[in-house]
């Protein structure tokens, strides 16, 4: 089995990111070579909500990315990195005990070179969540078999080798579109899987405060215009609390 590097980028996170670190601390660890947090200039305490993991986690790492964005402090964390796999969360994520898994079985076949999945939310009214459902079901059964790739950075598992092998991640991508710029380009020396079957639990907090459908439209007008023009239509975004 491959070892893997978990990635989390934080902002800001002290309110969510001890709920992931504490999903991750009830996962097997011989295969988790590492999870590493790339602080990106927080001014709360997300710093010491991590630090309280160490006695439990000896496998975590706290780094800094004052160049200020998430591409920035992911791009950060991929030099950093040793795994075979390198896995991406968002800090306000959670994980089941059986996503590691999951994620094992398909790297192990050494035919695919990414795999993503939904990012479903449990803190939104249930006839959003239900869309949500819907949203995903069609991209999965439909689009991204059409397209060749699809990701969710938040949820989003790369061989490290492959990721190399494409030139890492373009940090000119600030926010909308990079997960359908990088597995684009993956999707160019190896196979990218979207799966149901690979998903993770999120705050939405981010629908909430932009309203679903435009939310949506945002992400799917990004994602068409990365297919397309190789380019996201949206330039910068708003952090969220």
Not at 50 to 78: C, D, H, M, Y
Not at 97 to 121: E, M, N, Q
Request: proline fraction near 3%.
């Amino acid at each position: 089995m491959p070892n893997v590097s978990i990635v989390i980028p934080a902002y800001n996170e002290e309110k969510y990111i001890g709920r992931l670190l504490a999903s991750l601390n009830k996962l097997p660890t011989e295969n988790i070579l590492e999870i590493i947090v790339v602080d990106n200039g927080s001014t709360d305490k997300t710093r010491e909500v991590v630090a309280g993991f160490f006695a439990t986690q000896k496998n975590l790492r706290l780094i800094n990315e004052p160049r200020k964005g998430v591409a920035w402090a992911r791009s950060r964390a991929t030099q950093e990195a040793r795994g075979e796999i390198i896995a991406f969360l968002d800090a306000d994520t959670y994980v089941s005990s059986r996503w590691l898994s999951k994620l094992l079985k398909v790297f192990s076949s050494g035919k695919i070179v990414c795999l993503s999945g939904p990012t479903y939310f449990d803190d939104i009214p249930k006839r959003q969540r239900t869309v949500v459902r819907i949203y995903w079901f069609f991209a999965s059964v439909f689009v991204a078999p059409i397209t060749g790739f699809m990701g969710i950075f938040g949820n989003l598992s790369v061989r490290a080798s492959s990721l190399q092998k494409i030139g890492g991640i373009d940090t000119s991508v600030e926010f909308y579109g990079d997960d359908t710029n990088v597995t684009r380009r993956l999707s160019k020396v190896g196979k990218v899987l979207f799966t149901q079957r690979f998903s993770v639990y999120a705050s939405g907090r981010r629908l909430s405060q932009e309203g679903l459908i435009h939310t949506a439209w945002r992400y799917a007008l990004n994602f068409f215009s990365e297919v397309l023009l190789h380019k996201p239509i949206t330039k910068g975004y708003t952090e969220v609390r």
